[in-house]
């Protein structure tokens, strides 16, 4: 298959080549970091607690790739409060109906790694994978910051949103339009549905 530049309305731009194309149909695991992926890489200060804000089209980009059988994890440097917006986030997502135990035909949990940073994140996705049955080559992660570079090298298909620092987006196979918080999991989502051939629209959403 020759280069092909493929750009999609659902937000999201690369070449495609033979090697991306099976690359992205085996991908069996994606992992995202929490603050400047899920959440803008901001942060409202104030008693008794931060605030943050998300898309709720990242939501529904976490749906589809469950969807599809993709094991889903965040893996996070903050822990204890500092961790509550994306532990809350979390528990919400393995409180959709579609969560149902697996034996009854439901998605997989979504699981979550607080206080894992640098090479410890690499622990972290190590254990998610192993107990997952994948892979690090059936994974990807995307991250935003020099705290991602670690991961980003053991995976298969490293991601970054829009706003990531340039020597993280340098590492990457797939950069999406849009920024952590405001639609980049979505994004990344889209190109993997697209990528395999399937219509979005033919899939649950929660």
Not at 28 to 55: E, H, I, Q, W
Not at 180 to 188: E, H, L, N
Request: aromatic share 8%; net charge neutral.
């Amino acid at each position: 298959m020759p280069d092909i530049a493929l750009r999609k309305k659902e937000g999201f731009i690369m070449r495609i080549t033979t090697r991306m194309v099976t690359l992205v149909n085996g991908i069996r695991a994606a992992l995202f970091d929490s603050d400047g992926v899920m959440f803008p890489n901001t942060v409202l200060m104030g008693a008794p607690y931060k605030a943050k804000y998300r898309s709720y089209y990242d939501g529904q980009g976490i749906s589809l790739l469950r969807a599809v059988g993709i094991r889903v994890a965040f893996i996070t440097n903050e822990k204890g409060d500092s961790a509550a917006a994306i532990r809350e986030t979390v528990a919400k997502f393995n409180a959709l109906p579609s969560s149902a135990p697996q034996t009854e035909g439901g998605w997989a949990p979504v699981a979550l790694y607080e206080g894992y940073g640098g090479p410890k994140k690499v622990e972290a996705a190590q254990h998610f994978l192993a107990q997952s049955g994948c892979t690090p080559e059936q994974s990807s992660y995307m991250g935003d910051d020099l705290v991602d570079v670690p991961l980003l090298r053991a995976v298969a298909l490293p991601a970054a949103p829009a706003q990531a620092e340039e020597v993280v987006k340098q590492l990457c196979l797939f950069v999406s339009e849009r920024e952590g918080g405001t639609g980049a999991i979505r994004d990344f989502a889209n190109m993997i549905l697209s990528m395999r051939n399937i219509d979005p629209t033919t899939l649950p959403t929660q």
